[in-house]
Structure formats: structure tokens, C-alpha cells
């Protein structure tokens, strides 16, 4: 595994059409995986797809490599169609500051995570982008927007995108903890959610659906934002896209293989994986290889730095 993330940002200054990186285990070997936007000069974009494979080869082996439409940086929904899931605050309700970008609430982190204060709602950043401490935070209820909590702090960095609202004190009966299928999301061990690859997520979206499971492939990947150029460092990596626009702040769960076919998780507290910030769309074309990678992806913040984060800003 690269360790040294000077290689990493070199790879990207010198081919600008590279948008992501990551490595999985392969045939019991580590593999390089990379990701090129296909847009653009055709020719352009192959020199430097071979330049990129005979500069890495040597060090890490032969990658392989995929022509991509792109990463999409920030996967929000400006409609209001179909995102209402009633007149409770709870997990995967629909969240915004202006209406202008809308979100998803990932969770609701309360006092069993911290000593005192207004249970947070958590989702990211660059939903409830240009906040300010005391801004108004908007929950959809009952197919309405209404304040219901105040901005409290957000990060968006090269590792992290996630922000917390503290949740208002006449709003305080209306939290419920539990998402639509009736399962609760464990915030309180986030050591035990540390990503492992091979384990296998889903997700509760902003109309109350439980997404398709995927399964970890890395949890080191480089993003690269198609529309800014940022990179984000040490993401984890799903193999396929569960997520779609306004699923942005969406926290996948651990599952085991007994409970992947069950419409309904009620009674299960769950534990938390990651927090969605970015979609990845890969083509059904391979240049080489053809594993399970072969498809799309959604890429997701880990969710024990942000609440190492989020206990170190409260203590």
C-alpha cells in the first residue's frame, strides 16, 4: 500500500484525466485499481492512460484501468418529489438549509455519544454548504420544510465532508431513532465500525427505501472531483452505486448475510459504515480485468474519523 501520498498527488498532477485510485486484493495480491474520465480528447486520454500504466507498473504491477463518465461531486436532489417520510425526525429524512441544496440525514447522534446537549443530526457538508454557527437547518416534514434544528459545525477537507446540526428544544419530541424499516443506527462503538473490505452495506434513502447491498472493496481509495479537482484521501470504496442524487449524508449499515434479503430489519441496531458524499459512475467497458468492479460506484467517508471528529470539537 502507498504510504507515501506525495506518489498519489504526482499521479494526479500529471494525468489531469485521472479521477480515482484505490487497491484491492486480488489473487492474493494487492492490485492497483484507477479510474480515467473518458470525456475529453479520445487520444489525449488513452497516451495517458499507457503513460499512467508503464509509470506505475514498475512499483506496483500491472493496474487495471477503467474509462469512466466521471465522478459526480455533489450528488443533491432539488426536487421535492416522493422525499417525504412523515412528521417524525429520524434517519434518512430530507435536510437542507435554503432549499437549494438538499440532502440526507445520516443520523441522529444523542446523549448516549455525548455528556450534555440537543441530540445532532448528522449529513454533509456541502449539503448545508456556506453555513454558519446558529444558521436554521430545515427537516422535511409532513411534505413541508420546517426549522427544526440550528448549524453547529461542518468539515470539508481532504479526508472528511460532514456537518452537525443540534436539533431545537420544541423538536425534541419529535426525534425518532429508528429509521422506516424500524432498525436503529449505532453510532456508539465506532472502533467496531471500522471498514473492513468484504463486508457487505446498505442504506435507508430519503423516501424510506433500503438500497441494494454492496460490498467494501477498499477502504483507501483517492477521489478525485470532476468539477473542483479536490482529492479526497483514505475514502472507502463500494462495488457498485447504491446511492443516487439527494442521497448525499446517507449512512450505510453493517449487515450480515442472513439479514441481506429481509424487507424488514426492525428490532436490529445496526452498526454505521460510512457517510455517502460522492458518486462514482464506471462504464460496462473494461479495459482489462474483469472482476466485480466492473459496474459503479458510491464512495463514503468513514464513519469512525467523523465521530472521533465530532467527540473531539464537544470535549
Known sequence: MISNRGVIDNWFKTYPSLLYT???????????????????????????????????????GEPDVYRIDGVRNIPLDRSFVNNEIGDKIRPASSITRNSSSRGTVGGILN??????????????????????????????????????????????????????????????????????????INFNNPTAANAVAQQKVRFTDRNGNLSPAATIVSTEGTIKMTTTGKLYYN???????????????????????NSLGQDNLGMFELEAMGLIFAEGYLEDEVQEGGNDLNGEHTFMNPISVIIDEIKKELE
Do not use: M, W
Open 22 to 60: 484505490f487497491f484491492i486484493n486480488k489473487d492474493d495480491k494487492e492490485k492497483l485499481v484507477a479510474g480515467f474520465n473518458r470525456k475529453g480528447n479520445k487520444d489525449e486520454v488513452e497516451k495517458q492512460v499507457q503513460l499512467f500504466k508503464k509509470d506505475v507498473s514498475k512499483d506496483f
Open 111 to 184: 446523549n448516549y455519544l455525548f455528556d450534555d446537549g440537543n441530540p445532532f443530526l448528522l449529513t454533509c457538508e456541502h449539503v448545508l454548504k456556506n453555513s454558519k454557527a446558529g444558521d436554521k437547518i430545515r427537516v422535511r416534514l409532513n411534505n413541508q420544510d420546517e426549522v427544526v434544528a440550528k448549524f453547529y459545525r461542518g468539515v470539508n477537507n481532504e479526508y472528511l465532508d460532514f456537518a452537525i446540526a443540534e436539533i431545537d428544544n420544541e423538536y425534541l419530541q419529535k426525534i425518532a431513532y429508528t429509521t422506516k424499516q424500524g432498525y436503529r
Open 235 to 257: 475514502q472507502i470504496v463500494l462495488s457498485k452505486k447504491i446511492s443516487y442524487p439527494g442521497d448525499s449524508g446517507a449512512v450505510p449499515i453493517l449487515i450480515d448475510e
